[in-house]
Nanobody, 123 residues
């Protein structure tokens, strides 16, 4: 089965940095888009950053200039470098990927979510 596992969350003070990782595993033949989302208590899940298989990237306005998304295709891993963190960045961060892979039921393109990692920024 295909899985996404995030790591790297934690508690930091405002102005500090964190680096999140999300590793894909399982029967995978190709990965297209990798995305980072976040969800704060009481809020809807929002898209934070995207990287495509072609290497292009896009960011939410709230994180532009502070966050950087990157990917290592050989490791099937996406990263989110978060600098100059603010208290409003506090949320559970999730990765999502469009993956061609699967299990005993067959191989196909599908979107997968990770389990999330908590990021807390204190003022």
């Amino acid at each position: 089965q295909v899985q996404l596992v995030e790591s790297g969350g934690g508690l930091v003070q405002a102005g500090e940095s964190l680096r999140l990782s999300c590793a894909a595993s399982g029967r995978i033949f190709s990965i297209d888009g990798f995305h980072w989302y976040r969800q704060a208590p009481g809020n809807q899940r929002e898209l934070v950053a995207t990287t495509t298989s072609g290497g292009s990237t896009d960011y939410a306005d709230s994180v532009k200039g502070r966050f950087t998304i990157s990917r290592d295709n050989a490791k099937k891993t996406v990263y989110l470098q978060m600098n100059s963190l603010k208290p409003e960045d506090t949320a559970v961060y999730y990765c999502r990927a469009n993956i061609y892979g699967g299990g005993p039921g067959g191989v196909r393109w599908n979107y997968y979510w990770g389990q999330g990692t908590q990021v807390t920024v204190s003022s």
